[in-house]
DNA sequence: CTGTTAGCGCTTTCAG
DNA sequence: CTGAAAGCGCTAACAG
């Protein structure tokens, strides 16, 4: 390995000058600059990170938290394109990006942990909001700099995120059903655990109060994240004497699988029911029909998480943000008149 | 920061002692290991890994590289499921995951370099194949150690890699269609710089091949993998003047795509085509129709490389390793005979 | 079984 | 504008 020593050799200068150098540090001439880089270049020096962090007592790296991953809702299309979002600024900013994936709440834990403890990162970014978190608490705890994508369960105000507006997103494409004449409709969700959903779900209920329709407890359904592929939520619907002619779907992932097992039990869509959702991923508009959803701008939500968490890293005092990503509802064909 | 220092002096002996003990050295006695973990846990001790790694010369951690991300491929569920395979096999060795994405060849090239020159990594996972990579002729030169999921273009027999045989899985998903009756079979990929493509359809002309089927030029179609969904494809195929009634698809995104767009033209499958495809994602078994495809164990691969790459990264005579993934055919309802 | 010492590669005062 | 020296937190001979 060439270390700075070598460089500094070759050059004919003292190692705390090729320092200087790497860090362009102005009281050093341009003459002993361009020297010393051209050695740097013959040498293909390269420093080494670990033996910076260590003076620095810092590292330029942040953690990315994803969620357990029990189930298959980490084959979300939703994580890699947050991936890239994060990627993109981490990139741009020279830093790097440890990715965390846990089976299990406690697996998850003991990794956030290490990697605080052990300096591996300067900042995490959490991709998942769960009541009762004990990453969260511990993160807190330890004044840590994190970031959470969405909105955090408790403390609200000290803890910085970045989320959409989730409520009025979900009453916003309730009220396009609405004007589209619908009246019976229904909610389908993913865990209630997840707060996006019960704020998609609270929107979907403040849309229906405002237009001054009642809600019905049939009408609500919360089937496990990707689980069965919307099976059981399909087969409560049909057990009911009205069928909803409208469905608000919290997830895209979920409504293909709606859409399938209501073509299952010969339900057009949207000819006898309409169907929205969120998310806007590539998915979305290439199903039968292609999805009326809300674009969450998920490559954003990753970018601007990752531009907060970097501040935060570089100035501890950087104020608590709350950042709202702005969606737009694309209107596609799973829409129609009531 | 509380360091090995602190912990020295609260349990009353050196520094290195500490060390051992963290170790688990077993020269150290039984009283002095338990003296020193309580002082640990009391000072709540963790090991700087930036310490570590300096002196180790090396750095329990490896990087993740994605593919370049200009388009949506991405967003394919391949990735976090990948993701979560090597990531388990990581964590229980204790080792950490640098995840790379970048947009372009270039930038994530100079990524790449990044992380080997700088010591971030010991070891790099290529979640990709291309032909004339310059990352992959780096690594190379650079004799670091490194796997490619999928299979590698040149020096096959230098480059460890981990893969499925996706020649003999597109010649046996063929054959489904062949045994079902089927004769006028297309197949549909995407680029055909990506070996996987080309080893899929080189099995699905073996098929035909064996059983005497001659190859229609106009039944391969390429299209850029995810673009416009498959639009392109099913245009092509509905210029023809004879449609085939099987169609190879050599992956389960682009079926989706694919699908939807027979659907838009008033073909239904299975019953006017039939159709196969590559890999099982999640969302294989909850279009319409469910669909028969090759489960290539996305997991498994994550998991296998990993642990490939960790056993290079500890032994540098570890021998060049060819690890073949078993697949398996799941069938659904996609295809019907013929 | 344990302590002393040197040093990993780099940055950063402090001198000059 | 540049060099010498100290030290970041840890490990690994080498002594004892």
């Known amino acids: 390995m060439v270390t700075i020593k070598d460089v500094a050799k070759i050059s004919g200068v003292s190692p705390s000058t090729v320092s200087r150098v790497i860090a362009n540090n ?6 002993t600059k361009k020297k010393v880089r051209k050695a740097m270049k013959e ?5 080494n990170v670990n033996a910076r962090n260590l003076v620095a007592k810092s590292t330029k790296a942040v953690g ?19 991936l ?3 990627g993109s600024v981490i990139h741009d900013a020279q830093y790097s990006m440890y990715l965390s994936t846990g089976e299990t709440e406690e697996e998850i834990f003991k990794e956030v942990q290490r990697l605080v403890y052990g300096s591996y990162v300067s900042g995490v970014i959490l991709l998942y909001s769960r009541i009762n978190d004990k990453v969260t608490d511990f993160l807190r705890e330890q004044d840590f700099p994190f970031i959470i994508v969405g909105k955090p369960y408790d403390y609200e105000t000290e803890i910085s995120h970045v989320d959409n507006d989730n409520f009025k997103a979900g ?7 609405i004007n589209m004449g619908h009246s019976r409709i229904g909610f389908i969700g993913g865990s209630r655990d997840l707060f996006v959903t019960r704020d998609r779900e609270n929107g979907y209920l403040a849309a229906l109060d405002e237009a001054g329709i009642e809600h019905r407890e049939e009408y609500k359904i919360h089937t ?13 619907l049909m057990s009911l004497d009205t069928l909803p002619t409208g469905l608000v779907v919290s997830d895209d992932l979920i409504s293909l699988g709606i859409l399938s097992m209501l073509e299952e039990y010969g339900i057009r869509v949207p000819q006898d029911i309409s169907l929205v959702s969120f998310n806007n991923v590539y998915l979305s508009e290439i199903t039968r029909p292609a999805l009326t959803t809300v674009d969450i ?16 890293t ?3 005092n950087e104020p608590t943000k709350r950042i709202i990503i702005p969606y737009k509802i694309v209107y596609r064909d799973s829409v129609s008149k009531c």
């Open 26 to 31: 102005p009281r050093i001439s341009e003459e």
């Open 43 to 47: 040498l293909g020096y390269h420093p």
């Open 64 to 82: 990315v938290i994803m969620p357990s991953s029990t189930n298959t809702a980490l084959q979300n299309p939703f994580f890699p394109e947050i």
């Open 84 to 86: 890239r979002g994060i």
């Open 171 to 177: 009453k916003e494409i309730t009220n396009h059903l």
């Open 224 to 236: 496990e994240f990707l689980k069965s592929g919307g099976r059981e939520a399909v087969e409560h």
């Open 297 to 312: 701008q998920i490559y954003e939500l990753g970018a601007q998480s990752a531009k907060a968490l970097i501040e935060k």
């Open 314 to 316: 570089q100035n501890k």
